[in-house]
């Protein structure tokens, strides 16, 4: 029989929480603004009391969340993201669990949303999926057998450091030349301003790409050349049946996945061209809550844990 | 009661031939030169006799064969090792399994070596154990709860091939600026050859450094920090719970390693620092004759096989 499994996805924007069963059913969703400005104390407060209206209807068998880092999940502590601002060291696995009497767990909203995709999403089936999301930052997660590799530091899937570029750019905690400094939509932004200008987001120029733009272009070609790099490194280390790529930056992916595959395909072992999968997500702003709730059926024996 | 497992280490100077219990106790081993410039035939020829001998002493479950790259581990055949000439689409295991009626497995000598020190030597007990030959070239193997992580492809652990500097050296095969171009003895040779016209191996590299001498010392802190920038790429994507450094590079482990963990330091998360566990292999020339006899109890599943 399935089980009922409640995920709660903290966003510095929003947190949903919802129901989800063993099989990745989402049977009911609860989505508000996460009024991260109002500190923790008003978001915890209202993540309790979302919690418990959905405890009351169904028996919920643990809680798993998932949260932007730096975080630790061995010990549940949410640490210092610059997105929530005003936590510093939030126990909250051990809030919760004393709050609501349940099991608690917390990871990276990165390896959630892995988890989800592996089980559910564009992974679903594959041996080893590794995801990735092309954001504001870079970040992953490693799946295998549908199991979350942790690592001996909780630290594996964090991509984002990985040096891609020994000449920079600098970066106040990330490697000098990591890829999330190369490759990410701040990246993207970064170079748009630098270069001609351009006030917008990534996506402006995207489209300003996608419309023959040449300066555009080449900031285009620039980005997805090291994140063709990033990718190929993570290839040649553990070979996965398949890339999942997902995050805002992915939203221009009609555009972006053809020049991407060409790229990769450059720095790969020939024996390996065009035989690697590299895909979109498939669930979208779902992934974080369902694989929040999974994050609950995996082994974390850390202490303080619920 | 414990298996006997026969492996078969067939490098470019030697051939290593050795019964092993799935304890990993080497039993008997038999050890010639490999006579690589006689052709394949010859190898062959010399490889089936002594495993025959082998075979008559003890009832032995499996063979297994760790070989130079590159090759097809799914279909069981060395394609053209540079250090094995005239080796060309070789279908060893078939022509093992015909001659002497048992089940043949075939990886890289890089996986053979992380199996062994995973189940045997410095990795012993960890859950994951991340081996890195530096050597002539660079190679790996990711091993998970004693389980050789193979990869869709087979091509998981081919760090070697890891780009860490896009401005290069150029290599015929490989990535421009590829980890094994840049940290491998190959690489200390030619930088010796190169900056001060030094004649000798990376060896001798190492003990001028060690001794002082300024230009000696330059090339071995260019090459260990791209090596250090390679072992952070590692961590960054998995978080191994070690990390096990063998090849004939690591022989100078005493001078080198002091400077390289204090190198991996600075390319690690601040959480991250000094937590990673880096050791050098520990069974020495035997790890691939053992780490060959462990492949035959691994999930090979490929058309092929024995």
Redesign the interface.
């Known amino acids: 029989m399935d089980k009922y499994l409640l995920g709660i996805d903290l966003g510095g924007t929003n947190l949903r929480m919802a129901v989800v069963t063993s099989e990745g059913n989402l049977i009911e969703e609860v989505k508000v603004k996460t009024e991260s400005d109002k500190g923790p104390k008003h978001v915890i407060h209202n993540m309790i009391t979302i919690c418990e209206g959905l405890l009351q209807k169904r028996n919920i068998e643990a809680i798993g969340i998932g949260a932007p880092g ?1 975080l630790d999940s061995k010990q549940g502590i949410i640490l210092n993201p610059p997105n929530l601002p005003g936590w510093d060291e939030v126990p909250l696995t051990l809030i919760l669990k004393e709050a609501l009497g349940k099991k608690v767990v917390l990871d990276n909203d990165a390896n959630a949303a892995a988890l989800a995709e592996a089980a559910f999403g564009a992974g679903k089936g594959k ?2 999926v590794f995801y990735m999301t092309i954001s504001t930052g870079i970040g ?1 997660g ?1 799946i ?1 057998r549908n199991q979350l ?19 920079g750019p600098p970066h106040p ?1 990330l ?1 000098v030349g990591s890829l999330e400094s190369l490759a990410s939509g701040t990246a993207v932004h970064r170079l748009g301003k630098e270069k001609v200008g351009m006030a917008g987001d990534a996506g402006v120029v995207f489209t300003l790409a996608m419309n023959g733009q040449q300066e555009a272009e080449e900031i285009v070609d620039t980005v997805l050349t090291y994140l063709a ?1 990033g990718i ?11 890339i999942v790529l997902g995050g805002g930056v992915m939203q221009s992916n009609e555009y972006i996945m053809p020049l991407l595959l060409e790229k990769v395909n450059d ?6 061209r065009n ?3 590299i895909e979109c997500a498939s669930l979208g702003t779902k992934a974080g809550v369902i694989g929040a709730a999974l994050l609950t059926q995996q082994g974390y024996s850390g202490k303080g844990r619920g």
Chains 1, 2 share one sequence.
């Open positions: 730096p041996e080893s992953g490693y295998y590799i942790q690592g001996a530091n909780f630290c594996a899937g964090e991509v984002g450091n990985m040096v891609v570029n020994p000449d905690i490697n790099k190929s490194n993570i290839v040649h280390t553990i070979d996965p049946h398949i720095y790969l072992y020939p024996q390996l035989k690697v999968q």
